[in-house]
C-alpha cells in the first residue's frame, strides 16, 4: 500500500515533465523548419554567401593580391610580364603596378626600346649594377620596365617579371632602334613616357623614373624627401637643393602621388608645344619656376655627389649611390661607359672595407668615351 500511495502521489510530476518535454519539442521543430539549409546541414562552406546576403562572393586571397582588380575589371589577369596595349591593357597596368609597388606604393619606372633592351645593351647593364650594388637588389622587384616596341618587350619578358608595351602617340612611328641624340624620333620617344607617368600618379602611386642607363650603387631613396612634390637629380647642382638655379637631370627623377603633381605632369606634357624641337628634360627646366609659381610645386634637388652623372661626377666612391651617362651622346658610347663604371665599382668593392673607408679608392676611368 505505502508503494501504490507513492506511485500515485508522482503522478502530476511525471505528468508535469512530460508537457515540458512536449512543448520543447514542438518548439525546437519549428525553429529548425525556418532554419537556413546551410545551418542546418552543417558548417557553412568556405567562401560561401548564404543568400540574401549584400556581401559578394569571396574567394582565398591570392599571393599576388590582384583578386579585387579582377573582380572589378571582370576578367582573369594575364601573368605579369605580358601586359600589352590590347583592350584589357589599362586593367593589367593597374594590377601590374599593384604587384611592383613597394609598402609605401612606390614604383620604380625605367623605359626602354629595342636597340637599348637587346642582349649585352643598356638594360642588361642596368639590371647587373642591382646585383652588384650594395642592398640594392631587392629593388629589382618593383620595376616596371616599359617597352616602346615589340622588340623591346619581348626581350624584356625574357629577363624582367614586370614588363609594359607602350605604343607611341602617333601611328606608325618606329622607336625600336638606336635612336641619335635630338632627332625628330628621339624627341617623340622620350616624349612618350609622360602621360604613362602621370597615369601612374592618377592611380596613386609614387613613381621613381630612372633611365635605363643609370647604375644603382646603393640606396638613392635616402636622398629623397617627402617634404618635396618632386625631387631630382641635378647635371649641375651649386650646393642649395632648393635653389631654382639648379639644373635638373629628369633621367632620375621622384613624383609623390599627389593631384598638384599629375597637374603638373599635364602641364608639363603641354608645355611641349611651346617648346617643339626640345627633349623633356630642357622643357622641365624651362618650366620649373612656372611649376612652382602657378601650381605651387615644391621642387627639390638630389646633390650631384650622392646621385651622380658624368657632367658632375661623384669622386667620392663611399658616398655615390648612382651613377648616370650623361653629358654621353650615343648608345654606344653610354654602353662602354656604363660597363667601366660597373666595372670600377667591383674592384671597390673587392678591397676590404677598411681599405675602403680610406677614401683613396676611387674612378679608374680605363678607356672611358665620356667620362672625365
Same mark, same amino acid.
Given at each position: 500500500?505505502?508503494?501504490?500511495?507513492?506511485?500515485?502521489?508522482?503522478?502530476?510530476?511525471?505528468?508535469?515533465?512530460?508537457?515540458?518535454?512536449?512543448?520543447?519539442?514542438?518548439?525546437?521543430?519549428?525553429?529548425?523548419?525556418?532554419?537556413?539549409?546551410?545551418?542546418?546541414?552543417?558548417?557553412?562552406?568556405?567562401?560561401?554567401?548564404?543568400?540574401?546576403?549584400?556581401?559578394?562572393?569571396?574567394?582565398?586571397?591570392?599571393?599576388?593580391?590582384?583578386?579585387?582588380?579582377?573582380?572589378?575589371?571582370?576578367?582573369?589577369?594575364?601573368?605579369?610580364?605580358?601586359?600589352?596595349?590590347?583592350?584589357?591593357?589599362?586593367?593589367?597596368?593597374?594590377?601590374?603596378?599593384?604587384?611592383?609597388?613597394?609598402?609605401?606604393?612606390?614604383?620604380?619606372?625605367?623605359?626602354?626600346?629595342?636597340?637599348?633592351?637587346?642582349?649585352?645593351?643598356?638594360?642588361?647593364?642596368?639590371?647587373?649594377?642591382?646585383?652588384?650594388?650594395?642592398?640594392?637588389?631587392?629593388?629589382?622587384?618593383?620595376?616596371?620596365?616599359?617597352?616602346?616596341?615589340?622588340?623591346?618587350?619581348?626581350?624584356?619578358?625574357?629577363?624582367?617579371?614586370?614588363?609594359?608595351?607602350?605604343?607611341?602617340?602617333?601611328?606608325?612611328?618606329?622607336?625600336?632602334?638606336?635612336?641619335?641624340?635630338?632627332?625628330?624620333?628621339?624627341?617623340?620617344?622620350?616624349?612618350?613616357?609622360?602621360?604613362?607617368?602621370?597615369?601612374?600618379?592618377?592611380?596613386?602611386?609614387?613613381?621613381?623614373?630612372?633611365?635605363?642607363?643609370?647604375?644603382?650603387?646603393?640606396?638613392?631613396?635616402?636622398?629623397?624627401?617627402?617634404?618635396?612634390?618632386?625631387?631630382?637629380?641635378?647635371?649641375?647642382?651649386?650646393?642649395?637643393?632648393?635653389?631654382?638655379?639648379?639644373?635638373? $637631370?629628369?633621367? +632620375?627623377?621622384?613624383?609623390?602621388?599627389?593631384?598638384?603633381?599629375? !597637374?603638373? %605632369? *599635364?602641364?608639363?606634357?603641354?608645355? #611641349?608645344?611651346?617648346?617643339?624641337?626640345?627633349?623633356?628634360?630642357?622643357?622641365?627646366?624651362?618650366?620649373?619656376?612656372?611649376?612652382?609659381?602657378?601650381?605651387?610645386?615644391?621642387?627639390?634637388?638630389?646633390?650631384?655627389?650622392?646621385?651622380?652623372?658624368?657632367?658632375?661626377?661623384?669622386?667620392?666612391?663611399?658616398?655615390?649611390?648612382?651613377?648616370?651617362?650623361?653629358?654621353?651622346?650615343?648608345?654606344? $658610347?653610354?654602353? +662602354?661607359?656604363?660597363?667601366?663604371?660597373?666595372?670600377?665599382?667591383? !674592384?671597390? %668593392? *673587392?678591397?676590404?672595407?677598411?681599405? #675602403?673607408?680610406?677614401?683613396?679608392?676611387?674612378?679608374?676611368?680605363?678607356?672611358?668615351?665620356?667620362?672625365?
Amino acid at each position: 500500500m505505502a508503494t501504490s500511495k507513492a506511485g500515485t502521489s508522482l503522478s502530476p510530476v511525471v505528468i508535469f515533465l512530460l508537457g515540458a518535454a512536449s512543448a520543447t519539442a514542438l518548439l525546437l521543430f519549428f525553429l529548425t523548419s525556418s532554419a537556413r539549409p546551410e545551418l542546418v546541414n552543417g558548417v557553412q562552406r568556405r567562401g560561401e554567401v548564404p543568400a540574401g546576403s549584400a556581401s559578394v562572393r569571396c574567394s582565398t586571397p591570392r599571393a599576388n593580391a590582384t583578386v579585387g582588380a579582377e573582380q572589378h575589371a571582370g576578367a582573369t589577369a594575364s601573368p605579369a610580364n605580358e601586359t600589352g596595349a590590347g583592350g584589357d591593357g589599362e586593367a593589367e597596368f593597374a594590377r601590374m603596378l599593384r604587384r611592383a609597388a613597394m609598402e609605401d606604393r612606390t614604383v620604380i619606372m625605367t623605359s626602354v626600346n629595342e636597340a637599348w633592351a637587346a642582349p649585352g645593351s643598356l638594360l642588361d647593364s642596368f639590371l647587373e649594377s642591382f646585383r652588384v650594388g650594395e642592398n640594392v637588389s631587392h629593388f629589382v622587384k618593383h620595376i616596371v620596365v616599359v617597352a616602346m616596341d615589340d622588340g623591346a618587350f619581348r626581350r624584356c619578358q625574357a629577363v624582367h617579371p614586370h614588363c609594359h608595351l607602350l605604343r607611341p602617340e602617333k601611328e606608325g612611328l618606329d622607336l625600336s632602334g638606336a635612336k641619335s641624340y635630338m632627332t625628330k624620333d628621339y624627341l617623340d620617344l622620350v616624349w612618350s613616357k609622360l602621360k604613362l607617368q602621370q597615369r601612374i600618379l592618377e592611380l596613386g602611386y609614387n613613381l621613381l623614373f630612372t633611365d635605363v642607363d643609370v647604375a644603382w650603387f646603393r640606396n638613392p631613396l635616402v636622398h629623397i624627401t617627402m617634404a618635396a612634390d618632386i625631387t631630382t637629380s641635378s647635371d649641375f647642382y651649386f650646393g642649395n637643393p632648393d635653389d631654382l638655379g639648379n639644373f635638373p $637631370n629628369t633621367g +632620375f627623377i621622384y613624383f609623390k602621388a599627389t593631384p598638384r603633381n599629375a !597637374r603638373a %605632369m *599635364a602641364y608639363w606634357h603641354a608645355a #611641349r608645344r611651346r617648346f617643339p624641337e626640345n627633349h623633356d628634360q630642357f622643357v622641365f627646366n624651362e618650366i620649373k619656376r612656372e611649376l612652382a609659381g602657378k601650381l605651387g610645386v615644391r621642387i627639390r634637388f638630389i646633390d650631384a655627389a650622392d646621385v651622380s652623372g658624368f657632367c658632375q661626377l661623384g669622386r667620392d666612391l663611399n658616398r655615390v649611390a648612382t651613377v648616370h651617362m650623361t653629358c654621353c651622346i650615343g648608345l654606344e $658610347n653610354k654602353l +662602354f661607359d656604363l660597363k667601366r663604371v660597373i666595372a670600377d665599382w667591383k !674592384r671597390y %668593392m *673587392a678591397h676590404p672595407l677598411w681599405e #675602403r673607408r680610406t677614401g683613396k679608392i676611387g674612378w679608374t676611368f680605363e678607356g672611358g668615351r665620356c667620362i672625365h
